[in-house]
């Protein structure tokens, strides 16, 4: 019987490594091959390897949000980031849950961007921060999406989670470079 190729990629070897590192830290004696195919795929910012290997069937591919960065032939499409940008206020908060999934997902990167790095926060601090920067009172949506998207990982109790670093997206990168120059001006 073959075996189905699995591919691993990941925009950031150092921050892989990390986490990897991280993860093998905390676990007592040498895990199993499942746990450590778990512990791979969390590394590269999936939940786990069931994930990661939903995300290698073409049927599956498009409802999971992409774990590399974009090509660098990737363009901007400028009417996506002025409908995304319509979402948001003066401050980056979020007014309106957009109705399309793409600008959804470009809006939680925006979010997500407002997340500190390399930081464990407990659900209360991350309910915090999501009431903090949304206007339209669902920062259980907010929190659920950005887990379910692989932008941050959370222990199985959800007690603790933590931003998952990788790179943005060229349109959501777009929307934070126009947000910062207009905040020096």
Same mark, same amino acid.
């Given at each position: 019987?073959?075996?189905?190729?699995?591919?691993?990629?990941?925009?950031?070897?150092?921050?892989?490594?990390?986490?990897?590192?991280?993860?093998?830290?905390?676990? $007592?004696?040498?895990?199993?091959?499942?746990?450590?195919?778990?512990?791979? =795929?969390? =590394?590269? !910012?999936?939940?786990? %390897?069931?994930?990661?290997?939903?995300?290698?069937?073409?049927? $599956?591919?498009?409802?999971?949000?992409?774990?590399? =960065?974009? =090509?660098?032939?990737?363009?901007?499409?400028?009417?996506?980031?002025?409908?995304?940008?319509?979402? %948001?206020? *003066? $401050?980056?908060?979020?007014?309106?849950?957009?109705?399309?999934?793409?600008?959804?997902?470009?809006?939680?990167?925006?979010?997500?961007?407002?997340?500190?790095?390399?930081?464990?926060?407990? *659900?209360? *601090?991350?309910?915090?921060?999501?009431?903090?920067?949304?206007? %339209? !009172?669902?920062?259980?949506?907010?929190?659920?999406?950005?887990? *379910?998207?692989?932008?941050?990982?959370?222990?199985?109790? !959800?007690?603790?989670?933590?931003?998952?670093?990788?790179?943005?997206?060229?349109?959501?990168?777009?929307?934070?470079?126009?947000?910062?120059?207009?905040?020096?001006?």
């Amino acid at each position: 019987m073959s075996r189905k190729l699995i591919p691993l990629q990941v925009s950031d070897a150092s921050a892989f490594a990390k986490s990897l590192r991280l993860q093998l830290s905390g676990h $007592e004696g040498f895990p199993s091959h499942l746990q450590f195919l778990n512990m791979l =795929a969390r =590394a590269a !910012g999936y939940g786990n %390897f069931q994930s990661l290997r939903t995300k290698t069937d073409p049927a $599956e591919s498009e409802r999971h949000l992409p774990a590399s =960065a974009p =090509a660098a032939d990737a363009e901007i499409d400028r009417k996506h980031i002025d409908r995304v940008q319509r979402s %948001f206020d *003066e $401050e980056l908060r979020l007014m309106r849950w957009p109705s399309r999934r793409m600008d959804q997902i470009t809006a939680l990167w925006l979010l997500w961007s407002q997340i500190p790095s390399a930081r464990e926060m407990s *659900e209360q *601090e991350v309910n915090a921060l999501l009431r903090d920067r949304h206007l %339209f !009172g669902d920062h259980a949506l907010l929190r659920r999406e950005l887990c *379910e998207l692989g932008l941050m990982r959370r222990t199985r109790d !959800g007690s603790v989670y933590r931003r998952v670093d990788r790179s943005m997206p060229i349109n959501a990168a777009t929307i934070l470079r126009q947000h910062s120059s207009r905040q020096a001006h």
